[in-house]
């Protein structure tokens, strides 16, 4: 009974959520001469940086593909994958805070939130992968029919992404240390998944770490799209999906049992 009311009550105020979207992107860009252009410079700085140090200054390469161009798809393929997930996470673990003064003042779907800071990390990731796609088709790289299996694996990272925002999110209420471990913890993180090198190359008894890193199979997978141009195993993300599902529950859970108090906390 909970969804189909939250559904009802997301569709009662599409044009909230929509609107409210449609305002962060534009006041993100309204006094800069470039506009929204710089919502493609920054990520394409950033894996512009990665990949000449790593392929270029290092000779990084992938075991096993001589492709000149392997590693730098492999790496934006990371790179992006993770960029969605973090920026989620950062975001959901501040929007209750981020939204103080319109959780006091006005009465709607407190699950709005949430899908607001998922559309809104949407839109950013939208722009730069659609560049990324055209780079792929453009340099023949483009993995065929098999790149449509990306779709379930963006919907089970974004679901991940904001069980762990939500669950942070309420934490963060009532302890504001909580962001600010988050926050740390992330970078770790980072290091931890195989993104700027290949899970090949690590000792096996640190290769067995990444067992416990739910992200470490999605990002593998969209590389095993994008740069093998083959379907991933399914089977190795059935601990993901499962975590992502706990995570979605304790989510709501812990919101529908501390919404009033954290309304008086804020």
């Known amino acids: 009974m909970i969804l189909p009311l939250m559904l009802r009550g997301l569709w009662a105020y599409r044009g909230f959520v929509l609107g409210s979207v449609k305002r962060e992107f534009q006041s993100k860009y309204v006094n800069a001469m470039l506009g929204a252009v710089w919502s493609v410079l920054s990520p394409l700085a950033m894996i512009l940086v990665y990949t000449v140090i790593f392929s270029e200054v290092m000779r990084a390469k992938l075991p096993g593909n001589d492709s000149s161009a392997a590693y730098s798809i492999y790496l934006c393929a990371g790179i992006l994958t993770w960029g969605l997930f ?31 800071v998922v559309l809104n990390a949407l839109v950013n990731f939208g722009v ?75 000792p096996e008894e640190v290769r067995l770490v990444l067992l416990y890193n739910p992200m470490a199979p999605i990002v593998q997978a969209h590389q095993a799209i994008l740069v093998e141009g083959r379907l991933p195993d399914w089977h190795a993300l059935v601990p993901a999906t499962l975590l992502a599902l706990l995570l979605c529950i304790l989510g709501l859970r812990l919101f529908r049992k501390r919404s009033g108090e954290m309304v008086d906390e804020l």
């Not at 939204?99 to 939130?113: D, H, M, T, V, W």
């Not at 023949?140 to 679901?159: D, K, S, W």
Request: glycine share 8%; net charge positive; aromatic share 16%.
């Open 86 to 116: 973090a920026e989620i996470v950062a975001r959901g673990q501040n929007m209750f805070l981020e939204q103080a003064n319109l959780l006091k003042k006005i009465s709607f779907p407190r699950i709005c939130l949430p899908v607001i």
């Open 128 to 202: 730069i992968f659609g560049l990324f796609v055209v780079y792929l088709i453009v340099s023949g790289h483009f993995p065929g029919a098999v790149f449509f299996a990306i779709i379930p694996l963006l919907l089970l990272q974004i679901l991940l992404a904001i069980g762990l925002g939500m669950v942070t999110g309420i934490l963060n209420v009532f302890f504001r240390d909580v962001g600010q471990f988050v926050t740390i913890a992330m970078q770790f993180w980072f290091w931890l998944t195989p993104i700027v090198y290949p899970a090949s190359i690590l």
